[in-house]
T-cell receptor
Framework: DTAVSQTPKYLVTQMGNDKSIKCEQN?????MYWYKQDSKKFLKIMFS???????INETVPNRFSPKSPDKAHLNLHINSLELGDSAVYFC??????????FGPGTRLTVL | AQSVTQPDIHITVSEGASLELRCNYS??????LFWYVQSPGQGLQLLLK??????LVQGIKGFEAEFKRSQSSFNLRKPSVHWSDAAEYFC????????????FGSGTRLQVQP
């Protein structure tokens, strides 16, 4: 009964490829997020969706595109992967502005 | 713009000793404040949160934190550290409405000596 799940946990790919990371929450929350954690462990918001509507879109390259098919899912698609995209990507969810619950993370390595 | 500062990058304490991790924030209104812990290779687990009310909040694993508005601080404390507490600790600030995303500090890595 995992609250926030992400797949895959590890993703190793070549530069220039396109990849997707999937996220699902079973908490009934109305808001979902994508965060990026860089090699220095710094966490930064990328996107946020509230009831399937994009409410935060930070300065992220256009190669990153979130998609929310329903309230429980928020996927992240990345086109033309670059070396600098290597990081850990965390999905999270919350009800309104209250505490966020994080998924286990997806470690993306671009070779 | 909101920001969070964790001045200690790395802290080492002996098992059984007390612990205090510092966190200072900058936010235009009353903030929502959080402490998360991340064990190696793991996701983030919420330790405790402050929304309003009592400024001393209790969390899981014996942690507590105190909100001090005058000092813009939300320091995390534990009276007796266990070896299993070794991890990365993140302070974060958020809001109830509007921009709900959390702004994180840079983290404090805690090492526990036997």
């Amino acid at each position: 009964d995992t609250a926030v799940s992400q797949t895959p946990k590890y993703l190793v790919t070549q530069m220039g490829n396109d990849k997707s990371i999937k996220c699902e929450q079973n908490l009934g929350h109305d808001t979902m997020y994508w965060y990026k954690q860089d090699s220095k462990k710094f966490l930064k918001i990328m996107f946020s969706y509230n009831n399937k509507e994009l409410i935060i879109n930070e300065t992220v390259p256009n190669r990153f595109s979130p998609k929310s098919p329903d309230k429980a899912h928020l996927n992240l698609h990345i086109n033309s992967l670059e070396l600098g995209d290597s990081a850990v990507y965390f999905c999270a969810s919350s009800q309104e502005g209250y505490e966020q619950f994080f998924g286990p993370g997806t470690r993306l390595t671009v070779l | 713009a909101q920001s969070v500062t964790q001045p200690d990058i790395h802290i080492t304490v002996s098992e059984g000793a007390s612990l205090e991790l510092r966190c200072n924030y900058s936010y235009g209104a009353t903030p929502y404040l959080f402490w998360y812990v991340q064990s190696p290779g793991q996701g983030l687990q919420l330790l405790l949160k402050y929304f309003s009310g009592d400024t001393l909040v209790q969390g899981i694993k014996g942690f507590e934190a105190e909100f001090k508005r005058s000092q813009s601080s939300f320091n995390l404390r534990k009276p007796s550290v266990h070896w299993s507490d070794a991890a990365e600790y993140f302070c974060a600030v958020g809001a109830a409405t509007g921009r709900r995303a959390l702004t994180f500090g840079s983290g404090t890595r805690l090492q526990v000596q036997p």
